[in-house]
């Protein structure tokens, strides 16, 4: 619960004792009250159940000695109007709320500041927009500028590799006439009247005091009294520009990549957005990309799946040979290392090459003999497994 709740709600009147009952008076009411709105007696009614919370709330208060003693003090203290300005007792001096929080004579009772940070963090919360007790409000400052996005396709071989390219936008930028400050070249903005440069300003509503940015300088602390005829007083006008964007090796399809301060300028001076580049990888006509692997496919002939041979296939730098063993099924995968793509430690992945042993179609009469000799002189596949259960329904 908030520290507003224990100056609003009267816990004492949802549990319906006075504020003298004792704390075995406090148990039962809560106890009778409690089981006469508990959801399991009250099934489907909403109303039951609120009530069931709201006395369950000022339980938890008013049943434990030190939250009741606190809770009670504070609704003295706002109940008493102690916290209006210039409030006064009955021929007494203004009250000072400072007093409340240590800035008041040594000796002071130290159940209000002097004994520990209990009320000032709870009066914190509620006194200049959560701010520390009586500390000053800041001005906010020229408002940053907005983000902005946009989309570059990069080549395959050049996000592996990493590049630097011309990026060109039209999007806002800072006004050259001004130099983002939004006043007429001569002149420059002046302090506001309202804020006096704070960028705040205060009112008070009763019991409370309410920051808020101020209307007239939108919380900055100047305006422009003779705007910038290019940019009319932002700061920023809408060009074309074009930045080097370096996209580092191993960059991948899908990845974003932020320049801090590239975005948007901020209105009259304010720190600028950043610029957000989504990276598209145009597909490869032979390899592929899984994590920092390349992935290539080469077809192989059946005899040299059965026989074995030395392969030579490219890379995205140049060749490499790699080395096929006598009986290579298809599908087999082998790996040159170091032919992938540079990790962000340095160390490069690997190019790995799925074989695809190609049946042909049609073979001419001299093969089809020698495949037919062939196949008289090998030993039959291993199938007894797939055999036996064929058989089984024979």
């Not at 009778?32 to 938890?60: I, M, T």
């Not at 021929?91 to 500041?113: E, H, K, N, Q």
């Given at each position: 619960m908030s520290s507003k709740d224990w100056i609003e709600k009267d816990y004492y009147a949802t549990l319906g004792v006075q504020k003298s009952a004792s704390?075995?008076?406090?148990?039962?009411?809560?106890?009778?009250?409690?089981?006469?709105?508990?959801?399991?007696?009250?099934?489907?009614?909403?109303?039951?159940?609120?009530?069931?919370?709201?006395?369950?709330?000022?339980?938890?208060?008013?049943?434990?000695?030190?939250?009741?003693?606190?809770?009670?003090?504070?609704?003295?203290?706002?109940?008493?109007?102690?916290?209006?300005?210039?409030?006064?007792?009955?021929?007494?001096?203004?009250?000072?709320?400072?007093?409340?929080?240590?800035?008041?004579?040594?000796?002071?009772?130290?159940?209000?500041?002097?004994?520990?940070?209990?009320?000032?963090?709870?009066?914190?919360?509620?006194?200049?927009?959560?701010?520390?007790?009586?500390?000053p409000s800041r001005a906010r400052g020229p408002a940053k500028g907005r983000d902005i996005e946009t989309e570059v396709a990069l080549d395959f071989g050049d996000a592996v590799h990493g590049v630097t390219l011309p990026l060109t936008l039209r999007a806002p930028g800072v006004c050259d006439t001004c130099d983002g400050s939004g006043a007429k070249p001569g002149t420059r903005p002046v302090t506001c009247p309202v804020c006096h440069g704070a960028g705040v300003t205060t009112r008070n509503q009763g019991s409370f005091s309410f920051s808020e940015p101020c209307r007239t300088c939108q919380g900055v602390g100047t305006v422009v009294e003779e705007k910038c005829p290019e940019c009319h007083g932002t700061g920023g006008v809408t060009k074309t520009r074009t930045l080097k964007v370096r996209f580092p090796a191993g960059v991948a399809d899908g990845q974003r990549i932020r320049l801090a301060g590239r975005g948007e300028p901020g209105e009259r001076g304010g720190p600028a957005g950043d610029l957000f580049v989504h990276v598209k990888v145009r597909p490869d006509e032979l390899f592929g990309r899984t994590g920092d692997d390349l992935t290539l496919t080469v077809p192989i002939t059946f005899p040299e799946a059965v026989l074995g041979t030395d392969l030579r296939v490219p890379t995205l730098d140049g060749t490499v040979t790699l080395r096929v063993p006598p009986g290579t099924p298809s599908g087999r995968v082998l790996r040159a290392r170091g032919k992938g793509v540079t990790r962000r430690n340095g160390q490069p992945g690997d190019l790995l090459v799925t074989l695809d042993v190609v049946v042909p179609a049609r073979v001419s009469d001299e093969a089809r003999a020698a495949l037919e000799a062939f196949a008289e002189q090998s030993p039959p596949a291993a199938r007894e497994h797939l055999d036996a259960r064929v058989r089984r329904f024979s």
């Open positions: 704390s075995d008076e406090v148990k039962k009411s809560y106890r009778k009250l409690a089981r006469e709105s508990h959801p399991d007696h009250n099934p489907g009614d909403p109303q039951a159940e609120e009530r069931f919370k709201a006395v369950s709330e000022a339980y938890a208060i008013l049943g434990d000695e030190a939250k009741r003693r606190e809770y009670d003090e504070m609704r003295s203290l706002f109940g008493s109007g102690a916290f209006r300005r210039n409030a006064r007792g009955a021929g007494g001096p203004p009250f000072d709320a400072s007093d409340l929080f240590g800035g008041g004579a040594a000796g002071g009772d130290r159940r209000f500041g002097g004994g520990g940070p209990g009320f000032q963090d709870l009066f914190s919360s509620i006194f200049s927009g959560g701010g520390a007790a009586g500390g």
